[in-house]
């Protein structure tokens, strides 16, 4: 348990402070004139209510006890939505007494938390009775005030990639995260993926009946896995293999991975505690997605996707799997840097305004009309985001114009432009301002989006023999015309022929909430 020191409400002070606004409006009223009947009434309303009000925060009171909280006694009072200690003062013999100052904790934020920012925190209040029984009343009262009815999750499958990142992810859950858990009396049912898709298998096949929700240990590329899972076992319960279908349990991401955008997008920081109070604490945020499918056939649901210089930097990446993640990172942000290249492709989106959404079903299939605005051309760059995408290294996101819950993505397009002018643009989104200030750059919020590549050439012959003799498991980027490499969250998907990516309105809930800003902790300087 813990004191919410901003939450704290002073329920006697409160109770002072109606009963001055009560006789402020009697007065108020007295000198009202016949005329203004009308005013008179709602004053007596309003003052009813507030009656009402007292009335049943003091008929709410469940248990009444003394107890000592740190040294001191306290009078405490447990109601159904609060818990309440107030000092014992003792009389001073001048006569004098001092306000007690009462201290309010929120039974809602039972397993209960201190914001410091974005970051969540556990903390303790212990209350001492020599009284066995006393104890035991009141702990049980507590518990079952706790676990009523809420969105708190009482069991979770859990899901660990003990590959992520630095190899810590099963540390995290065990030091961070897994005491949190059985604090908060959180049952748990784990598995350590062995392999690659490990997780959507197992996913396919359980049965969820018993669970409350979903955890993942990961980082961005066992997310987009679980994402993609949840859906996908959604569409097949409701045998609906062409629409979409709302998820049926919440995911809980806990980062360990080395970006974690997703992490980062709800719960503004990368940190294990904070997600893990988060899922806890049963705050739950609904999110957009998109289906991302070629010549009909569904290929992958996800929040984002990068054509052009993402997916190259992306497919460069993993051909360096032996590198720390943040070597490869910058290994193949600057080679692809220097060898930027256009994709010469057909970009047709549909802006987000001419659809009528279907929020509740959450498919935008009741478009009035399909109006296309088609372009051709060169790109560097097309990146379609259903959420903004924050980091550690985009602290405003890579999308800082598109929600996690506004039906709709961003799509960014980057035309051709001198290798400098491309760079000047990329350092911006560290700065959070001024991204896309630049005529070469177009920004649209769209519900769907088409790319047909040009030419599926893939990568010139010169590199292919550079990149000899790398990792077997880096994924093929294949140099014949028939597939071209999207970055869909992060993970390397390849695609024939032509992509469509349609956003669905809060298609996933996670937990955690919308958040502005993610906490900048760490800056690029490799540009
Ligand atoms: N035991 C495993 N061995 C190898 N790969 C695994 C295993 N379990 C899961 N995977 C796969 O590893 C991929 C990458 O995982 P994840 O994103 O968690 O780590 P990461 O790539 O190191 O993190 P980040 O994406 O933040 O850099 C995912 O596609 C996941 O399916």
């Known amino acids: 348990m813990s004191e919410n020191e901003e939450d704290l409400p002073r329920e006697q002070s409160d109770s002072t402070k109606k009963k001055k606004k009560k006789k402020e409006k009697q007065s108020a009223k007295k000198k009202k004139k016949n005329g203004e009947k009308d005013e008179e009434e709602k004053c007596k309303e309003e003052e009813e209510e507030e009656v009402k009000e007292e009335e049943k925060n003091i008929e709410g009171i469940l248990l009444r006890g003394i107890f000592k909280v740190g040294k001191k006694s306290h009078d405490v009072l447990l109601t159904r939505t609060r818990l309440t200690w107030i000092p014992i003062i003792p009389e001073n013999p001048t006569g004098e007494t ?10 809602q934020d039972v397993y209960a938390v201190k914001r410091r ?8 209040l212990h209350l001492h009775n020599a009284s066995t029984e006393h104890t035991h009343i009141w702990y049980n009262t507590l518990k079952e005030l706790i676990t009523g009815p809420s969105t708190r999750p009482r069991y979770l499958k859990v899901f660990i990639n003990p590959c992520s990142h630095k190899k ?29 898709g490990h997780a959507l298998s197992v996913m396919k096949e359980c049965k969820l009946d018993g669970y409350d929700g979903v955890v993942c240990v990961g ?5 987009a896995e679980l994402c993609h899972a949840l859906v996908f076992r959604a569409q097949l319960d409701a045998g609906s293999p ?65 054509f052009g210089f993402g997916g190259q930097c992306l497919a460069r990446a993993e051909k360096k799997r032996w590198m720390s993640s943040t070597r490869r990172r910058e290994y193949a942000l600057v080679k692809t840097l220097a060898r930027l290249r256009p994709e010469d492709c057909q970009l047709s989106f549909l802006p987000a305004k ?3 959404r279907d929020k509740d079903s959450g498919s935008v299939d009741a478009e009035v009309e399909e109006s296309w605005t088609t372009n051709q051309g060169l790109y560097l760059s097309i990146s379609i985001m259903s959420v903004p995408c924050l980091s550690p290294h985009t602290p405003r996101g890579l999308a800082p114009n598109t929600s996690l819950t506004n039906g709709s993505a961003a799509l960014i397009a980057v035309g051709n432009t001198s290798r400098s002018e491309f760079i000047k643009h990329l350092k911006r989104y560290g ?3 001024g991204q896309f200030s630049f005529s070469f750059v177009e920004t649209h919020d769209v519900s769907a989006v088409r790319i047909r590549p040009r030419s599926l050439v893939g990568w010139p012959e010169e590199e292919e023999s550079e990149e000899e003799g790398e990792s077997k498991t880096s994924p093929i980027i294949q140099s014949e015309a028939s597939a071209f ?43």
């Open 98 to 107: 001092s306000v007690p100052q009462p201290g309010v904790l929120l039974l």
């Open 117 to 124: 920012g974005r970051r969540l925190e556990g903390d303790t």
């Open 168 to 196: 810590d992810a099963v540390h995290i859950y065990r030091e961070h995260v897994a005491p949190l858990f059985k604090m908060a009396d959180v049952r748990t049912d784990i598995t350590v993926t062995e392999k690659k």
């Open 219 to 223: 980082g961005d590329g066992s997310v």
């Open 242 to 306: 062409e629409k979409p279908v709302t998820a049926v349990l919440p995911l809980g991401i806990i980062p360990a991975g080395s970006t974690d955008v997703v992490s980062c997008s709800v719960h503004g920081v990368r940190d294990p505690v904070t997600a893990a109070l988060h899922i806890v604490l049963g705050h739950l945020q609904q999110v957009d997605m998109c289906s991302f499918s070629s010549l009909g056939q569904l290929v992958h649901f996800g929040f984002s996707a990068m």
């Open 354 to 356: 001419k659809t009528n």
């Open 431 to 433: 700065s959070s301002s």
């Open 485 to 527: 490499t999207l970055n869909i969250d992060g993970e390397l998907v390849e695609i024939a022929n032509e992509v469509l990516i349609r956003v669905h309105p809060r298609l996933i809930t996670l937990y955690g909430e919308e958040v502005d800003e993610a906490e900048s902790t760490v800056s690029c300087s490799c540009i």
